[in-house]
C-alpha cells in the first residue's frame, strides 16, 4: 500500500522560467537515467524480492521515494513552462503558446499533449517504455545493477545543475544529486553486507564453479598482433578479485569448428540457388 502527501519531498522554486530548461528535465524524468527508471526498477525488485525481509522494504522506501522525486521533477517542468524572461517570446506565448515553446527551445509535446506541463518521455520526447528496468532476482546483480543506475542518474543530475543559472533549480538538484549519492552508498553497503566483491563473486555465486569450464574462467583474450606489445592492466595478471584463480593473458585464436548449416528448407523460400549450392546440386532445385 502507499500513501501520499500533499507536499513536495524538498521545495521547488523557479525564479525565471526556461522552456528549455523544462525540455532538458524531462531526460531526468523518463530517460534512460532518469527517476522513472529507477522508481521501476527499485519496486520490482521490491515485488519479485524472495529471502530477508529487509531487502525488500529497503527497496520499496527508495522506490516510493523516486516517485516523490517524479513528483518534484514534474512540478519543476510545468513551473518552467509558465513563461520566460525573453518579451518576444512573451509576446508570442499570447498569440499561441505552441509558439512559444518551439521558441523557447521547448518540446511542442509539452504544450500540444500535456498543456504546458511534464511528460513521461525523455529530452527528446521518446516515451518512456521500460526496457531499462533491471530486476533480475539475484540480489547482488540487482545491487551492482542499481549502482550503476544511481551513477548514471547522478551524473546527469550533474550536468542539468550546469545547464541552470537560476537558483531555485540549483537548489532543488543539490537536494537530488545527494540523494544519488546517499542511495549509491546503501546500494553498496548491501553488497559489502553480502560479502563484498569476493562473496558475492562471480553472480550468482550459487552455481557450482566446478561446472564452469575453468580453464578459461579467468583469461584476458586480446587480439595478438605482432609487433603490438600485450594490453597490461588488474584484469591481465595477479589474483582475480573472487579470490579463486589468476587472471592470465591469452592471445586469441579459434579452437571451434567452421560453422556448416544445414540447407534451407523449401518451406523457407529462401532463393533456389541457395538450396542447390548449398545442398551441392548444380542442375536445379531440390526436389
Given at each position: 500500500?502507499?500513501?501520499?502527501?500533499?507536499?513536495?519531498?524538498?521545495?521547488?522554486?523557479?525564479?525565471?522560467?526556461?522552456?528549455?530548461?523544462?525540455?532538458?528535465?524531462?531526460q531526468?524524468?523518463?530517460?534512460?537515467?532518469?527517476?522513472?527508471?529507477?522508481?521501476?526498477?527499485?519496486?520490482?525488485?521490491?515485488?519479485?524480492?524472495?529471502?530477508?525481509?529487509k531487502?525488500?522494504?529497503?527497496?520499496?522506501?527508495?522506490?516510493?521515494?523516486?516517485?516523490?522525486?517524479?513528483?518534484?521533477?514534474?512540478?519543476?517542468?510545468a513551473?518552467?513552462?509558465?513563461?520566460?524572461?525573453?518579451a518576444?517570446?512573451?509576446?508570442?506565448?499570447?498569440?499561441?503558446?505552441?509558439?512559444?515553446?518551439?521558441?523557447?527551445?521547448?518540446?511542442?509535446?509539452q504544450?500540444?499533449?500535456?498543456?504546458?506541463?511534464?511528460?513521461?518521455?525523455?529530452?527528446?520526447?521518446?516515451?518512456?517504455?521500460g526496457?531499462?528496468?533491471?530486476?533480475s532476482?539475484?540480489?547482488?546483480?540487482?545491487?551492482?545493477?542499481?549502482?550503476?543506475a544511481?551513477?548514471?542518474?547522478?551524473?546527469?543530475?550533474?550536468?542539468?545543475?550546469?545547464?541552470?543559472?537560476?537558483?531555485?533549480?540549483?537548489?532543488?538538484?543539490?537536494?537530488?544529486?545527494?540523494?544519488?549519492?546517499?542511495?549509491?552508498?546503501?546500494?553498496?553497503?548491501?553488497?559489502?553486507?553480502?560479502?563484498?566483491?569476493?562473496?558475492?563473486?562471480?553472480?550468482?555465486?550459487?552455481?557450482p564453479v566446478?561446472?564452469?569450464?575453468?580453464?578459461?574462467?579467468?583469461?584476458?583474450?586480446?587480439?595478438?598482433?605482432?609487433?603490438?606489445e600485450?594490453?597490461?592492466?588488474?584484469?591481465t595478471?595477479?589474483?582475480?578479485?573472487?579470490?579463486?584463480?589468476?587472471?592470465?593473458?591469452?592471445?586469441?585464436?579459434?579452437?571451434?569448428?567452421?560453422?556448416?548449416?544445414?540447407?534451407?528448407?523449401?518451406?523457407?523460400?529462401?532463393?533456389?540457388?541457395q538450396?542447390?549450392?548449398?545442398?551441392?546440386?548444380?542442375?536445379?532445385?531440390?526436389?
Amino acid at each position: 500500500m502507499f500513501y501520499y502527501d500533499g507536499k513536495l519531498q524538498y521545495p521547488v522554486r523557479v525564479e525565471t522560467p526556461d522552456p528549455r530548461f523544462a525540455r532538458a528535465l524531462q531526460q531526468a524524468i523518463g530517460g534512460v537515467e532518469g527517476e522513472m527508471r529507477v522508481c521501476l526498477q527499485y519496486l520490482f525488485q521490491a515485488f519479485g524480492a524472495r529471502g530477508p525481509g529487509k531487502y525488500r522494504d529497503m527497496l520499496l522506501a527508495t522506490g516510493t521515494e523516486e516517485i516523490a522525486h517524479i513528483e518534484m521533477l514534474a512540478t519543476a517542468v510545468a513551473m518552467n513552462l509558465e513563461g520566460s524572461a525573453s518579451a518576444m517570446q512573451e509576446a508570442a506565448a499570447k498569440a499561441n503558446p505552441l509558439v512559444e515553446a518551439v521558441m523557447g527551445g521547448g518540446d511542442p509535446r509539452q504544450y500540444l499533449s500535456a498543456g504546458m506541463a511534464a511528460l513521461a518521455s525523455d529530452a527528446n520526447g521518446v516515451p518512456f517504455d521500460g526496457s531499462h528496468v533491471y530486476a533480475s532476482g539475484n540480489l547482488a546483480a540487482d545491487m551492482y545493477a542499481n549502482v550503476t543506475a544511481e551513477a548514471t542518474g547522478r551524473a546527469l543530475a550533474c550536468r542539468l545543475f550546469e545547464l541552470t543559472d537560476d537558483p531555485g533549480m540549483k537548489d532543488m538538484l543539490r537536494f537530488l544529486i545527494a540523494r544519488d549519492t546517499m542511495h549509491q552508498q546503501q546500494w553498496l553497503a548491501v553488497i559489502e553486507e553480502l560479502g563484498g566483491h569476493p562473496g558475492t563473486l562471480p553472480i550468482p555465486n550459487s552455481f557450482p564453479v566446478g561446472e564452469e569450464l575453468r580453464e578459461v574462467s579467468y583469461d584476458y583474450v586480446f587480439t595478438g598482433i605482432e609487433g603490438v606489445e600485450p594490453p597490461q592492466g588488474r584484469w591481465t595478471q595477479g589474483p582475480s578479485l573472487d579470490g579463486m584463480g589468476e587472471f592470465r593473458l591469452v592471445a586469441a585464436q579459434p579452437v571451434g569448428q567452421e560453422p556448416r548449416l544445414a540447407p534451407p528448407t523449401p518451406q523457407a523460400y529462401a532463393e533456389t540457388q541457395q538450396m542447390t549450392e548449398a545442398a551441392g546440386v548444380k542442375d536445379g532445385p531440390l526436389p
